[in-house]
């Protein structure tokens, strides 16, 4: 594919205000109404539930969430509790990622990690307590008057975020810094780590409405490993205060990603391509994916 500027509309769209800022706040009231006050014995336990949900999260993937809904026509309490079930999950994730035993970080989001500002058990219950509660939300008929759907995005938060997915991914990230791992090795982790919950993002709006997902599916696969490529080359030439996490960590743990192999330029275009490629897939929507497409080209333009 040649190397072409992402088309569309004006540059201004990859700006993170412009596309996140008010998907993010509708998912933010709603994580507030789901997660559990910080009371009783097991308070300290809630709080850091809640410490790590608010700590400055750009909501990617929830907001992902809500302009696949709209794709379709589904706005509402639907869309936002799905929403707000995934970020769960991805806020669960990073508490363990960031432990002593597997990424060892004491920095996320320019805030101390949970484990740094609880301690390691307190992360861990919290993490787990997150993931537990992003599937009662899932399985609650507030979501969805359907039993079907309700099941259907339980297998698929499962599938993209369990042992075939996401912590495979993980897994394999960890024997990274111990084996050599070609490109497609590289992009299987990359699918599996990030990707499986950018596609589980993109295919909600589908299974909510209960429309085909091939091409939601496609879409959040393409754009899962622009946005993987993207925070590499963010890894190697990126500002840790931008960041809000150290950089060079990747290189540091001798990990192997598409940006050593390929280099920083070649890694850059094939960033680009894959955007591109995403913003294709959506072809068949019309203006009405306009908010996905844009998030697209965020995902290669983004400084942080």
């Given at each position: 594919?040649?190397?072409?500027?992402?088309?569309?509309?004006?540059?201004?769209?990859?700006?993170?205000?412009?596309?996140?800022?008010?998907?993010?706040?509708?998912?933010?009231?709603?994580?507030e109404?789901?997660?559990p006050q910080a009371s009783g014995p097991e308070g300290r336990f809630h709080e850091a539930m809640r410490y790590a949900v608010f700590n400055g999260g750009k909501r990617l993937r929830p907001?992902?969430?809500?302009?696949?809904?709209?794709?379709?026509?589904?706005?509402?309490i639907s869309a936002l509790r799905t929403a707000a079930a995934v970020e769960m999950i991805h806020c669960y994730s990073l508490i363990h990622d960031d432990l002593p035993a597997l990424d060892n970080d004491d920095l996320r989001r320019g805030q101390p990690t949970c484990h740094q500002a609880f301690d390691e058990a307190?992360?861990?219950?919290?993490?787990?307590?997150?993931?537990?509660?992003?599937?009662?939300?899932?399985?609650?008929?507030?979501?969805?008057?359907?039993?079907?759907?309700?099941?259907?995005?339980?297998?698929a938060l499962a599938s993209a975020s369990g042992c075939t997915g996401m912590i495979a991914g993980q897994a394999i990230d960890m024997a990274a810094e111990h084996m050599a791992i070609d490109p497609p090795g590289i992009r299987r982790l990359q699918a599996l780590k990030t990707g499986g919950l950018f596609v589980f993002s993109t295919r909600a709006g589908a299974i909510l409405a209960k429309a085909d997902e091939a091409s939601m599916i496609a879409f959040g696969r393409d754009l899962g490993t622009a946005f993987?490529?993207?925070?590499?080359?963010?890894?190697?030439?990126?500002?840790?205060?931008?960041?809000?996490?150290?950089?060079?960590?990747?290189?540091?743990?001798?990990?192997?990603?598409?940006?050593?192999?390929?280099?920083?330029?070649?890694?850059?275009?094939?960033?680009?391509?894959?955007?591109?490629?995403?913003?294709?897939?959506?072809?068949?929507?019309?203006e009405a994916a306009d908010g996905l497409r844009d998030m697209a080209r965020f995902a290669v333009h983004r400084r942080a």
């Open positions: 594919m040649p190397n072409r500027s992402l088309p569309g509309r004006s540059e201004a769209v990859v700006s993170l205000p412009d596309i996140l800022e008010s998907g993010a706040r509708s998912v933010d009231l709603t994580l109404r789901l997660l907001v992902l969430v809500t302009l696949s809904a709209a794709v379709f026509g589904i706005t509402g307190t992360a861990i219950l919290a993490g787990d307590g997150l993931q537990s509660l992003a599937f009662e939300v899932l399985a609650d008929p507030a979501t969805h008057e359907d039993a079907d759907v309700r099941i259907g995005l339980v297998s993987q490529i993207t925070d590499d080359i963010l890894d190697v030439e990126g500002n840790p205060e931008a960041l809000g996490k150290a950089t060079g960590k990747d290189a540091a743990a001798g990990k192997a990603t598409l940006v050593q192999v390929l280099g920083l330029e070649a890694a850059r275009r094939k960033a680009v391509e894959l955007s591109e490629r995403a913003i294709d897939a959506l072809e068949t929507f019309g």
